[in-house]
């Protein structure tokens, strides 16, 4: 096969069709729609790993579609009615098939690696500074997941030559994919199938967690199971006679064993903690994940100066460092505040979009007042208790007047409720200094167990 003879191929076939869809069909995915890959500290651009995840996510719904415009290509020669021609020339059939498997792979190649590309630049543009090559392997897996599923395609096609073949494959393809693909609803992804058969597809959950990635288990299980399938596929497009077609699934079935068995049988070993992203970097009292280091300089500033204020509020049941939130959660599940830290979550959009003073209040709320409900964007983001935090911390900070903390729009509460608000704050500071320093540490004792407090900071459990 020869450059000149690749580049017609090219030019006259179905074959950049497959690369276009998953190319351009991603990035329209990716940039037009403000989805939840753009939210959080798992972004799609925040970090290397969360870009090649949310990559491999997209599989979802591009794997299926590949498999049946492959199989579409593959039904070239039998619409043509050229079957019979063909196989009557002298050129070998592996050699015949080499052409358009060889074309496919290297539109898919190309249009997965340039996707690739542009999510890279943006990370390499972006805030983080932790750089790693625990990312390579889940990208190199998807691009060779489309190249094998295109060509499976291509040859399930010719050894069934029939109109309905790729409609029927794409459809079966996406119900599977999509019914048996990770969910992130537990603390680690998982799926409705046992873990195993769940991996022999390509595509992987949506990431929620900067800290998680895959397993070298799972890279070695699925790239066997792939080279199997991608050799099955050309054997069938390479295929003349129907012994050759019943041999030619004998690859497939060959590596469907030992990859089943290298495959990790629990989402506990498939889907791992990245230690080397998850280890701590601190200044001080002040420490973040070696992912997110880039946050550490401002972090730790304004850290100290809160736990200065801290201590002056709470006294001996002050906290005393401030820490990245790094604990795995269940889709919905409580945080785990502590009396002697104030955990930082980055995936909180008040903490993400917190700079300078602000984020000196945001901290000495968080630890007068700390939240057990999550606000991640894809848990709600509740607001529950942010009028409690903003009363504490203009308590705290000694203001004269309530300051509410400043929140994105999607915590906005009403007129109604501020107003409340500052009646609570007037209550408040119309007390005497050490009933107020008692009703904060009462409030801040119910916080940390995550009780209800809200009676307590108005005064109505005294009266």
Request: hydrophobic letters at 50%; a neutral charge.
């Amino acid at each position: 096969m020869n450059a000149r003879v690749l580049r017609i191929e090219l030019k006259r076939s179905a074959a950049p069709w497959p690369g276009l869809v998953v190319l351009a069909g991603s990035l329209a995915v990716l940039l037009l729609i403000d989805g939840i890959w753009w939210q959080g500290d798992a972004g799609w651009t925040a970090q290397w790993t969360s870009m090649a995840l949310w990559t491999r996510y997209l599989l979802s719904f591009w794997w299926p579609l590949v498999v049946g415009l492959g199989a579409v290509y593959g039904l070239r020669d039998s619409r043509s009615r050229m079957t019979e021609l063909l196989t009557t020339t002298p050129l070998p059939a592996w050699r015949r098939a080499a052409l358009p498997a060889g074309a496919t792979a290297l539109v898919l190649a190309s249009g997965f690696g340039l996707l690739v590309l542009v999510g890279g630049v943006q990370v390499a543009l972006g805030a983080t500074s932790y750089t790693s090559l625990g990312w390579l392997p889940i990208s190199l897996v998807a691009a060779l997941s489309l190249v094998a599923g295109a060509v499976f395609g291509m040859g399930l096609a010719r050894a069934v030559p029939s109109a309905l073949t790729p409609p029927a494959l794409t459809v079966l393809l996406l119900l599977t994919t999509v019914s048996l693909r990770p969910s992130h609803d537990e603390a680690l992804p998982s799926s409705v199938a046992p873990n195993r058969l769940a991996l022999l597809l390509p595509a992987t959950a949506e990431p929620r967690e900067m800290l998680l990635t895959l397993s070298g288990s799972v890279h070695l299980g699925q790239t066997l199971w792939l080279l199997g399938l991608l050799a099955t596929g050309f054997a069938l497009l390479s295929a003349a006679t129907l012994r050759a077609r019943l041999l030619a699934v004998a690859p497939v079935l060959a590596v469907a064993a030992p990859a089943l068995l290298i495959l990790p049988a629990t989402p506990r070993d498939t889907y791992v903690i990245d230690k080397a992203a998850a280890t701590l970097v601190c200044d001080g009292p002040v420490c973040v994940t070696q992912a997110n280091r880039s946050h550490l300089p401002e972090l730790a500033s304004r850290g100290r100066d809160a736990l200065r204020v801290l201590h002056d509020a709470l006294g001996d049941k002050a906290p005393n460092s401030v820490r990245e939130d790094t604990r795995l959660r269940a889709l919905g599940e409580e945080r785990r505040p502590s009396g002697d830290t104030v955990l930082v979550d980055f995936d909180d959009p008040l903490i993400a979009r917190a700079t300078g003073a602000e984020l000196t209040r945001l901290l000495i709320a968080e630890g007068l007042v700390p939240n057990c409900a999550p606000r991640t964007p894809w848990e709600g983001g509740g607001q529950v208790d942010i009028p409690a935090q903003s009363i504490a911390a203009s308590w705290a900070l000694g203001d004269h007047r309530f300051t509410p903390l400043q929140s994105p729009d999607s915590y906005a509460y009403s007129q109604r409720e501020q107003t409340d608000d500052e009646i609570v704050w007037q209550r408040l500071m119309a007390l005497p200094p050490a009933e107020q320093r008692s009703r904060m540490a009462e409030v801040h004792a119910a916080a940390l167990s995550c009780t209800e407090y809200t009676e307590a900071l108005a005064g109505k459990a005294t009266q």
